[in-house]
């Protein structure tokens, strides 16, 4: 029974003496060392002669004299062909009724399985790698959109200043100005409320990535902070292209509505709307907006006669608006 499962196991099995003489060897062993029989393996002269360090051997041997056993020993052994593979070795010690000792063991080749290791610790090395990578991404993509919410909101206010300035000056809140003069500040004008709605662009943008579009409830004044501001800022296009505001869709309720949402935010998409539909209306075309009071929810209406923006565009530039902010 004993010698079915030696010589009938998959993997090598072997029987040494305490000297290292390979006294038997399994099937499986002569073909693992590509020997041609188990008698030309038999005449090695030591087992010792199969590791390609010898000091492997050495260690094997001291380390088994001392516990007895020793499972799971790995070492780079050589085939006779030359070619090496990693090897591991379970053995126990015997002694013999005779008084002779020697140590039956079980060697495998883990050769694969050690492949495999490292290219899962490689894995992970570069996991960490990428982790690390993303983490130090993060923190500077947080830093530049707190710098650009810190630039934005700190551009804005001096120009919302000078904006305020400008519009007392065109009302001719200082005195009176030559028609020369009047053109020049209402350019100016125009310029500066292209600057606010840059500005407050790239804070409704960075608001987005901090995803802080959806805040408390606070009050409005829809036409005066929202519509009217931004037509302000796209006044000169509007009278370049000889484009009709109209704004017969649904009155835009007077005095105050609360909201759920970054006002920054709600600027910049209605200044988008307003741009697309100036920019795909075309000269002559007009523009009607209007506004719908759903109970749990506004309805925003922009639309222009001409062309109208492309449908694919549009689905892009509000993923990432949660569902009761879309328009």
């Not at 013999?96 to 694969?112: P, V």
């Not at 741009?275 to 523009?287: E, L, V």
Request: charged share 30%; net charge negative; glycine share 8%.
């Amino acid at each position: 029974m004993y010698k079915r499962f030696f010589n009938g196991a998959g993997d090598m099995r072997f029987i040494s003496s305490r000297r290292g003489k390979l006294l038997d060897v399994n099937q499986a062993g002569v073909e693992l060392f590509g020997y041609c029989n188990k008698e030309e393996m038999l005449g090695l002269d030591n087992v010792w002669s199969l590791f390609c360090n010898p000091e492997d051997g050495r260690q094997f041997q001291q380390r088994l004299g001392e516990n007895g056993f020793l499972r799971e020993y790995e070492a780079e052994l050589q085939k006779k062909d030359g070619t090496v593979f990693i090897g591991s070795i379970t053995a126990t010690l015997w002694f013999e009724d005779d008084g002779s000792t020697s140590w039956e063991g079980e060697l495998r080749d883990i050769s694969g399985l050690k492949e495999l290791q490292e290219a899962y610790l490689e894995a992970e090395r570069h996991n960490r790698e990428l982790s690390e990578s993303e983490r130090r991404i993060r923190e500077l993509n947080q830093h530049i959109l707190n710098m650009l919410m810190i630039m934005s909101h700190d551009i804005r206010g001096p120009l919302v200043s000078i904006a305020a300035t400008l519009k007392l000056l065109l009302r001719g809140s200082f005195g009176g100005m030559d028609g020369s003069v009047w053109n020049t500040v209402s350019d100016l004008m125009a310029r500066v409320r292209r600057l606010i709605g840059l500005a407050e662009e790239c804070l409704g943008s960075a608001h987005s990535f901090e995803r802080v579009l959806l805040k408390e409830k606070e009050f409005v004044d829809l036409r005066q902070d929202i519509i009217d501001a931004v037509l302000d800022e796209v006044s000169n296009e509007i009278e370049e292209q000889q484009i009709v505001i109209d704004n017969r869709l649904g009155a835009i309720p007077a005095g105050t509505i609360p909201i759920c949402a970054d006002m920054m935010w709600l600027k910049a998409v209605f200044r988008n709307l307003f741009k697309n539909a100036i920019k795909y209306g075309g000269k002559g075309c007009r523009i009607a907006f209007g506004f719908e009071d759903h109970g749990s929810f506004y309805r925003l209406n922009v639309y222009n006669s001409g062309n109208p923006p492309f449908q694919k565009r549009h689905k892009i530039r509000w993923e990432r608006l949660p569902d009761r902010f879309r328009l």
